[in-house]
């Protein structure tokens, strides 16, 4: 099946059945209210289409236009159908025919079609009657859906585009204008990331790293790592280390290397950090790396000594023991290219890393299992 949108006839949108091998087969085209749709087929029309006003708020319209052969006969009504008790509502309404899309348009409320000889096309508004309940894809009286039947017997394809366009083509229109761009920083734009896991018993430590060069300092963007919403700030340009132990999830070292100290971060990451840590470094500024800092990240979980630029900026999530995690990760951008931004949760207390159970995880779970056979 292909669906057009009136307002951009050269490209349409081909969709597949949901199960190839059924004997009715199922669409969801994506449309946009009050617009109009031609809908064409692969082959033969169906004899029976069924089209559910899914998603539609009371009101809500479009206009389709579907494909059949030339004097085809049909019989159209709108049917509430009962999803849980799968009973068709008693009132059912007949659609009537009329003589032109002019008169169609009209009042699309009406219950009427317009079949298009000349071009193949069946024209009919889709609009919802009823209310949604809640976030349900029907109504609140049922499924609205227009069964469309014919006795058309001819075995051509129903594909109408060639004639459909640009005798229905539509400029496109506006519905509802784009809001004005705001001239100020947005200050609470945006999402923090939650925590999905099919264990949920771990533990997690929430990193965010924020690396600013001259350009976003200059605008007062600050540069900060955070942990577990713990801030640690650069009080100077430089290369900002934050250690963290990865059994408990506490802050083990926190140190900034700037100015003449920058040279000695390589030396820090190979031998200054204990086993079983999570190793969170950032920049500020404009900082010239030391060429000792890319062997470095290597013994801190990178597959290979990173090439790193000059004065580029360096973001890095690294861990120090016998196992390399996959959160591991290295970011850079050239120099003069903007703010890196980070967050990303660790697990923390895993076996491969080396660590006991240090917190009891507590099991709702367990203690209710206990309460209740407790009681019997």
């Not at 082959?43 to 479009?62: C, E, H, Q, R, S």
């Not at 965010?208 to 919403?229: C, P, T």
Request: proline letters at 5%; one cysteine or more.
């Amino acid at each position: 099946m292909t669906i057009v949108r009136d307002e951009y006839p050269s490209s349409p949108m081909v969709l597949r059945g949901i199960n190839q091998r059924a004997v009715f087969q199922q669409y969801q085209p994506v449309v946009m209210l009050q617009k109009g749709y031609t809908i064409h087929w692969n082959g033969k029309a169906p004899n029976v289409t069924y089209l559910y006003l899914i998603n539609f708020n009371k009101n809500d319209w479009i206009r389709v236009g579907l494909c059949y052969q030339p004097n085809t006969d049909f019989t159209i009504v709108l049917e509430t159908f009962q999803r849980k008790s799968s009973a068709l509502s008693s009132k059912i309404e007949r659609y009537t025919p009329v003589s032109s899309v002019l008169e169609l348009e009209k009042n699309r409320s009406d219950k009427k079609f317009y079949f298009d000889n000349s071009t193949g096309l069946l024209f009919l508004f889709l609009q919802a009657k009823y209310n949604r309940d809640g976030h349900s894809y029907c109504s609140s009286q049922g499924c609205e859906r227009i069964k469309i039947v014919t006795k058309d017997s001819a075995k051509g394809v129903s594909n109408c585009m060639a004639k459909a366009y640009p005798k229905y083509s539509q400029g496109p229109a506006v519905i509802k204008q784009m809001p004005v761009k705001t001239t100020v920083p947005c200050t609470k734009c945006g999402t923090t990331q939650m925590v999905f896991t099919s264990d949920p018993h771990k533990n997690y430590l929430l990193v965010q790293i924020i690396l600013s060069g001259k350009d976003e300092l200059n605008r007062g963007q600050q540069a900060f790592i955070s942990v577990n919403n713990t801030m640690f700030s650069f009080k100077n340009n430089g290369i900002l280390v934050v250690v963290v132990d990865a059994c408990t999830g506490t802050v083990s070292g926190n140190n900034l290397f700037s100015g003449a100290d920058i040279n000695r971060v390589g030396g820090y990451l190979k031998s200054g950090i204990p086993q079983r840590s999570v190793v969170l470094l950032s920049m500020r500024g404009e900082v010239e790396i030391p060429n000792n800092l890319s062997e470095a990240l290597k013994s801190l979980g990178t597959a290979k000594p990173p090439y790193l630029q000059s004065n580029g900026s360096v973001a890095f999530l690294g861990f120090r023991g016998n196992f390399k995690p996959s959160w591991v990760k290295l970011f850079t951008s050239p120099a003069g290219h903007g703010l890196i931004q980070i967050e990303k949760y660790i697990p923390l207390q895993l076996e491969e890393y080396g660590c006991t159970r240090a917190i009891k995880s507590r099991r709702k779970d367990l203690e209710l299992l206990k309460k209740a056979s407790r009681s019997h």
